[in-house]
């Protein structure tokens, strides 16, 4: 049971243009959510969080969306720049009852063509 | 500042041997946690500990066993290895979040490329 799924293994956009990212969940209890960005031969670094309290988040050219009706979550990336090409996985815990526990994503591979 | 260390970087195996995958932190993290990549699967949970002296099963147990005797050390154990363990294994640590909302960044080592032939 893939309770956090990233539909699309892939997406293409051209530099300056926008990106977006999307995440879906089937777990009620997930209330804190994760992306990471992954270079090849490295481990994941955290790009940006939002819990679910919230339902925007911004850090520069990174804004997290959280629809918690529709268990989507969306991540913008404004404009996009060649830099940013690398895997984005979505993460998603349920810190009232399993604390640290993070469920990941299939993960989408994103290439920013100059 | 080292963060999370793994070591090897690289390792090939053949089927039935032993080996320990190593990890440590020097962030003073209680949490420890690994994990296992394969194409299209994106990361799956192997084990994970809270605190020193105590672990718990993540999502695909079999096949690995780990111990936690101190806060910065995290090894994991393939017990006889086999082909389907052929993966990147990346380890993971954070402050321990439970309870209430807070936040829980993991950080992660540059991970282990293991081959078993």
């Known amino acids: 049971d893939q309770q956090v799924k990233q539909n699309s293994p892939s997406l293409s956009v051209q530099e300056g243009r926008i990106s977006i990212l999307n995440c879906d969940y089937t777990?009620?209890?997930?209330?804190?959510f994760l992306w990471y960005k992954k270079y090849p031969a490295e481990g994941p670094t955290f790009l940006i969080s939002?819990?679910?309290?919230?339902d925007k988040n911004e850090d520069g050219r990174f804004t997290v969306f959280l629809n918690k009706s529709a268990k989507h979550l969306s991540l913008h990336i404004v404009p996009s720049q060649p830099g940013d090409s690398a895997v984005y996985f979505c993460?998603?815990?349920?810190?009232?009852?399993?604390?640290?526990?993070?469920?990941f994503g299939e993960g989408t591979q994103l290439t920013v063509n100059p | 500042n080292a963060g999370v260390t793994q070591t090897p970087k690289f390792q090939v195996l053949k089927t039935g041997q032993s080996m320990t995958l190593q990890c440590a932190q020097d962030?003073?993290?209680?949490?420890m946690s690994w994990y296992r990549q394969d194409p299209g699967m994106g990361l799956r949970l192997i084990h994970y500990?809270?605190?020193?002296?105590?672990?718990d099963q993540g999502e695909v147990p079999n096949g690995y066993n780990v111990s936690r005797s101190t806060t910065e050390d995290f090894p994991l154990r393939l017990l006889s290895a086999a082909p389907s363990q052929t993966s990147v294994y990346f380890c993971?640590?954070?402050?321990?979040?439970?309870?209430?909302?807070?936040?829980?960044?993991?950080?992660f080592g540059a991970g282990t490329r293991l081959s078993v032939l």
């Open positions: 993971a640590s954070s402050y321990f979040a439970g309870g209430a909302i807070a936040k829980n960044i993991q950080y």
């Open positions: 777990n009620s209890m997930f209330d804190y």
């Open positions: 939002i819990s679910s309290i919230k």
């Open positions: 993460a998603a815990s349920a810190q009232e009852t399993s604390g640290s526990r993070l469920t």
């Open positions: 962030m003073n993290h209680e949490y």
């Open positions: 500990s809270v605190g020193a002296g105590i672990t």
